[in-house]
T-cell receptor, first 113, second 114 residues
């Protein structure tokens, strides 16, 4: 049973446009959410996070939105750049919980020139 | 070193062999995690150490898997009597004390069991 779902295995966006990656979760105990970015043959790297007490967190070109009632979060990248092409993982945790991070399956973002 | 270092980078094992995967965390990081990533899936939690104490091993899939971190730094994940379903990338991550969520990952060990 997938507790964190990324329903789009891949997404293609033109350079300069906005990329929107979506993530849904089922466990209402999750209260901290993160996005990780992964290039081939490398480990995931932390990108941005959001606590459940917020509905938006912004860091440069990256913004994460959280809709708790819908159990949905999204990552917006604007403007998209070629170096953004990677696999993006959504992850969630219960702060102080015992089970580490729960990851989605990832979305492969391809930025077209 | 500057980042989390894992070795070997690739490991091919015959079914039934024992393997040992090593992780060197970032210096000063007290928390260390092991994750398993099967092809096409996201990383799945295996186990967590704080210094030398293994505080959570709920994700280890069977008693063939065990991990240790005897001096609170380097960690080893050992898999006994490997099976084909153990084929995956094994990721190690570390973090500062109290930072269980913002993890720094190594590049992983790709294990192939034939």
């Amino acid at each position: 049973d997938q507790q964190v779902k990324q329903n789009s295995p891949s997404l293609s966006v033109q350079e300069g446009r906005i990329s929107i990656l979506n993530c849904d979760y089922t466990n209402s105990m999750f209260d901290y959410f993160l996005w990780y970015k992964k290039y081939p043959a490398e480990g995931p790297t932390f990108l941005i996070s959001i606590s459940s007490i917020k509905d938006k967190n912004e860091d440069g070109r990256f913004t994460v939105f959280l809709n708790k009632s819908a159990k949905h979060l999204s990552l917006h990248i604007v403007p998209s750049q070629p170096g953004d092409s990677a696999v993006y993982f959504c992850a969630a945790s219960v702060v102080g919980g015992a089970d580490g991070l729960t990851f989605g399956k990832g979305t492969h973002l391809i930025i077209q020139p | 070193g500057a980042g989390v270092s894992q070795s070997p980078r690739y490991k091919v094992a015959k079914r039934g062999q024992d393997v040992a995967l090593r992780c060197d965390p970032i210096s000063g990081h007290v928390s260390l995690f092991w994750y398993q990533q099967a092809l096409g899936q996201g990383p799945e939690f295996l186990t967590y150490f704080q210094n030398e104490a293994q505080l959570d091993k709920s994700g280890l899939p069977s008693d063939r898997f065990f991990a240790e971190r005897p001096e609170g730094s380097v960690s080893t994940l050992k898999i006994q009597r490997t099976q084909q379903e153990d084929s995956a990338v094994y990721l190690c991550a570390s973090s500062l004390a109290g930072e269980r969520e913002k993890l720094f990952f190594g590049s992983g060990t790709q294990l192939s069991v034939l």
